[in-house]
């Protein structure tokens, strides 16, 4: 959903029509669901529709927390940045999602930029450059 509402706009436009973008990941984890689910139990009709609904509630919420942290720069501001700190960095984690525990997930962030100005806010929570180098390592 996020390559096809791919800015803040959008995606804002979308899910303030919650019942236009729950139907809209209800389709997305129907389409999805049996190249990643392969447990008989949950090849049943009535299982699966259980599950979606569950999901298509943590997927609504984490969309709506994205939107209430996203920061938003003003066409007028233009970011510098004066060192490249990191390229290429992986995190891995895992966590629970739902009844699914220890979901494995994994990210590359491309570059890391030292910002003339420099702040950056993740969760609402303004972090140092260099604290938030040691949570991702």
Known sequence: MFSKYSDYPSM???YSNYEEIRDEIKLVLEDIWDDYVDDFF???Q???EVVIEQFIEDLYGTIETILENYIQIDKDKKLTFSQVLETEVEVKTSLDVGIFENVELETRIDRID????NFFCIYGI???INYFLELIR
């Not at 030292?114 to 100005?117: F, T």
């Open 12 to 14: 804002l436009e979308k």
């Open 46 to 48: 009535a299982i699966k």
């Open 114 to 117: 030292l910002l003339n100005g």
């Open 126 to 128: 303004v972090l140092t």
């Open 42 to 44: 949950y090849s049943y």
